[in-house]
């Protein structure tokens, strides 16, 4: 187990696109006997679509996706509830039964999704995500990996998820500090030398609410002055990325 893990922290390093993201969990799956998996990372915005990579049937998740069935989906809806991994599927008792939720459980196993072992990741800097290895049926190799290594399992999905929210996020960072658009947009401007009042006029808001964002960026990234904010954001501008 500890080469397999090894050689999967080495993949998500070297990563830097879905399809990189995918082959490295695919590989180590494989490894350990897990057929299939899914990564999925809900939005921000009710609006937005969730992130979502997988070996799954392309088919099958491009009709959840346009279905936007993470909204009534009884796995996701657990994995709100909880952060703690479970198994669900065939054989397994679940409290969530109304027919839109049992109609998307009859159109997975379609696809062989019958059966899996989740991990919810609430890490507290973003939108709840989940990792999900599932199988067709319930066979012996699948259930000695998820109860002999579920641990080595949740810490897996950990890190997939901190990789993948690192390089694949659009949401602007400095650094792990997240900060909103427009606290992005107003420092940036900041750094270009523009005044409080040239950044109002440039964005079409006042200068109250530009030196408010301003103020809220500061604080997130616990400095005392816009210039010590800038000098972050250059700097994380300038890092290479590993």
Known sequence: MH????RFIDLL???E??????DAMAVTAADLDLSCFAYLSLPRRPQDKPRLIATYPEKWTSHYLGSRYERID??????LESPEPFQWGVGLPSSFNSPAQQRLLDEAAQFGIRTGFTVPIHDGRGPIAALTFAT???EAPFEVCVNSHARVLQLMAMYFHAHVRRKLSDEPRIGETLLSPREYECLEWASRGKSAWEIGCILGISRNTV?????NAKEKL??????QAVCLLVAANRKPRI
């Open 3 to 6: 080469r397999i893990f090894q």
């Open 74 to 79: 009884p796995v996701i809806a657990q994995v």
């Open 136 to 138: 067709s049926q319930r």
């Open 211 to 215: 030196a408010y964002y301003l103020e």
């Open 222 to 227: 616990g400095v005392r002055t816009v210039v």
């Open 17 to 22: 696109d879905p399809v990189g993201f995918s």
């Open 13 to 15: 390093s070297a990563a």
